[in-house]
């Protein structure tokens, strides 16, 4: 990622399901986690595999030290495949993201809501 003006307010970085595709396991997590450490709200469109997911929190563990580092804080929402938009898109060729992941620094992220249809998230900006 580019490094930007610093502004005040919270940084989110939306992440491409393409930029995804071009990387690694290990670029994924590691442009995650840098962009978290950074402060940053990480959103990702199509998410993170479960295996993914997995080494994601097993490196942000190994990670937690006393210089500040609190570890993340990662939500899903999956796709609804219920109802008829989803048929159409089907019948139509269009691929919506099966899932949106929204990572962010523990301390600053929790989700206050979350069903199939709505994830609620509050982000405190210090």
Same mark, same amino acid.
């Given at each position: 990622?580019?490094?930007?003006?610093?502004?005040?307010?919270?940084?989110?970085?939306?992440?491409?399901?393409?930029?995804?595709?071009?990387?690694?396991?290990?670029?994924?997590?590691?442009?995650?986690?840098?962009?978290?450490?950074?402060?940053?709200?990480?959103?990702?469109?199509?998410?993170? !595999?479960?295996?993914?997911? &997995?080494?994601? *929190?097993?490196?942000? #563990?190994?990670?937690?030290? %006393?210089?500040?580092? /609190?570890? @993340?804080?990662?939500?899903?929402?999956?796709? !609804?495949?219920?109802?008829? &938009?989803?048929? *159409?898109?089907?019948? #139509?060729?269009?691929?919506? %993201?099966?899932?949106? /992941?929204? @990572?962010?620094?523990?301390?600053?992220?929790?989700?206050?809501?979350?069903?199939?249809?709505?994830?609620?998230?509050?982000?405190?900006?210090?």
């Amino acid at each position: 990622m580019q490094k930007l003006k610093q502004k005040n307010g919270i940084q989110i970085d939306l992440i491409s399901s393409q930029k995804m595709a071009e990387l690694t396991t290990m670029e994924k997590i590691r442009m995650i986690l840098d962009g978290v450490r950074n402060d940053k709200i990480v959103i990702l469109e199509t998410g993170l !595999s479960p295996d993914e997911e &997995s080494k994601l *929190i097993e490196i942000t #563990m190994s990670e937690i030290h %006393p210089d500040g580092f /609190t570890g @993340i804080e990662i939500e899903t929402h999956l796709q !609804s495949t219920v109802g008829g &938009s989803t048929f *159409i898109n089907k019948l #139509m060729g269009r691929k919506l %993201p099966s899932k949106l /992941t929204v @990572i962010g620094p523990a301390n600053r992220i929790e989700t206050l809501h979350k069903d199939d249809k709505l994830m609620t998230t509050f982000i405190s900006p210090n």
